[in-house]
């Protein structure tokens, strides 16, 4: 379930793709060939994005290397969106050049409310890999219980930051944290009542072919 107002309508989800592309709607739509007007409008959830309509724009997406679905668009369920890192031996720019391009743009869009953090393990098996670049936006703290059973950035006292499925703990205020893939040599598979200095909500996702 989704509760920031940043990503909690269609229109929100669709302004963070377009944030995730680096590009104003004018550009967006002439690299893509979709009507600004129509794009305008979906965006503003002035008109209704339809189940066609998504499954338009998630081809479109793929076009462009990111890799979306029809769900997350419509009703922010599932994984974020990814994309795989493949321009830089097209543009003779270097991998780590275009990610920090992208974070800039997120922070830009967000308003700095946005934390990037580089995949150490294989705790998250199978949607997250090992040296992927994730992205979040951060969750307000009364927001945190539309959020469990959700993949997060957490910021943890006393072991940094982790990427974790956010879990309710024993009693207010602290939460129980878990991985995707224990069998995977992870040294933290579960934390339990664990507090958290703060979480971030994944929207940006970038594998390194």
């Not at 979906?42 to 769900?71: H, M, S």
């Not at 493949?86 to 780590?96: G, M, V, Y």
């Not at 971030?200 to 390194?208: A, D, E, G, Q």
Request: charged share 20%.
């Amino acid at each position: 379930m989704t509760s920031t107002p940043l990503l909690v309508t269609p229109g929100n989800r669709l302004r963070a793709i377009r944030a995730f592309c680096a590009a104003s709607r004018n550009e967006f739509c002439e690299k893509t060939g979709l009507s600004e007007s129509t794009l305008k409008a979906w965006e503003n959830d002035v008109a209704r994005l339809t189940k066609k309509g998504a499954a338009l724009l998630v081809g479109i997406f793929q076009k462009q290397g990111i890799y979306c679905t029809e769900d997350w668009l419509l009703n922010g369920e599932g994984l974020s969106p990814l994309r795989q890192l493949h321009e830089a031996s097209n543009q003779n720019i270097s991998e780590d050049i275009l990610i920090q391009q992208e974070v800039d743009a997120l922070k830009r869009y967000y308003q700095q409310s946005v934390f990037a953090h580089k995949v150490m393990d294989r705790s998250m098996l199978p949607h997250f890999k090992m040296n992927d670049w994730v992205a979040g936006i951060l969750i307000p703290t009364p927001d945190l219980p539309y959020f469990w059973d959700e993949i997060v950035l957490a910021d943890v006292e006393g072991y940094g930051v982790l990427l974790r499925k956010l879990n309710k703990g024993s009693q207010p205020g602290v939460f129980t944290l878990t991985c995707l893939s224990p069998l995977e040599g992870v040294t933290l598979p579960a934390l339990e009542d664990i507090r958290l200095n703060r979480a971030y909500r994944i929207l940006w996702h970038r594998r390194v072919l």
